[in-house]
């Protein structure tokens, strides 16, 4: 149960960025009443997210502190984590309101250190896909569920091959308008390699892994690519999706919700 309590926590604060990010204008003058805020230029906007993720870390990272080294499930602190909801609600809420009292050079410095920690939470999700992903792949061929999985293994591995394509065709589409695109085209293009470089070692006779699993994880890779390109600067010539990124995305809100739902799952696979 805990593991699902952390990942809506974890949801909670990546919608309320989103929130801030785009809709803090009209939050200015309850938010102008901490101490650290001087106005709309301070606390809101991309400044707002590295406020919020900030709490996020401060919270997850005294979690870690006040329980690393539990191996018991009697000890008092597998309580503690597992646990005591309330008070790490009330905890919570004190770790997301504090960043908004700090001054904006502590920001600034954070949100350098913040890139070197998010290469490092995309290994950490990396590994858990992977290893989701390998457990299905692993359960639907065994033998007591090969026959039976084998209609639905078909039809989920066609369909995450077809919305790759799909999605590959319109990143081109989208960001890559042109030849001078080189830096798009070139992840693009690499995406596109790694789905047919993990088909054809799936599809070796040694291995034989099936559709499946080389499917899944061209799914996530097409996706990875996605969020990365399409937070290029609008003014640049090679987002042609620039006008329509600067109004509510529900596409990008659906996706991510999925994503951190996706993530919840491979947490039970650990």
């Known amino acids: 149960m805990a593991r699902y309590i952390y990942g809506l926590m974890f949801l909670i604060t990546n919608l309320l960025a989103w929130a801030i990010r785009d809709y803090g204008g009209s939050a200015v003058k309850e938010i102008e009443r901490l101490h650290g805020c001087k106005g709309a230029a301070e606390c809101l906007g991309t400044e707002g997210v590295l406020r919020v993720s900030l709490g996020c870390f401060m919270f997850f990272f005294a979690m870690f502190l006040s329980t690393v080294g539990t191996k018991k499930v009697n000890d008092c602190r597998d309580s503690w984590h597992s646990g005591w909801w309330s008070a790490k609600a009330i905890m919570f809420t004190g770790f997301m309101i504090l960043p908004f009292l700090f001054p904006r050079s502590f920001i600034y410095m ?99 892994a099936g559709f499946l699993a080389p499917g899944l994880m061209g799914l996530y890779l097409v996706f990875i690519c996605w969020c990365a390109i399409r937070s290029e600067p609008p003014g640049t010539s090679c987002n042609r999706k620039a006008e329509a990124s600067t109004r509510t995305d ?10 951190y739902l996706f993530c919840l799952c491979c947490s039970c696979d650990l």
């Open 110 to 208: 954070y949100g350098e250190i913040a890139h070197f920690g998010a290469g490092v939470f995309l290994l950490i999700q990396l590994v858990s896909v992977i290893s989701f992903i390998t457990w299905l792949n692993d359960c639907c061929q065994s033998e007591k569920n090969a026959e039976r999985c084998h209609f639905h293994v078909m039809l989920i591995a066609t369909a995450a091959y077809v919305v790759s394509i799909v999605g590959i065709c319109l990143m081109y589409l989208w960001y890559a308008p042109d030849a001078s695109c080189l830096l798009n085209i070139f992840f693009i293009t690499w995406t596109l390699v790694l789905l047919q470089l993990m088909t054809s070692v799936s599809r070796h006779p040694k291995i034989n």
């Open 250 to 259: 529900w596409l990008s809100i659906i996706v991510i919700a999925s994503c």
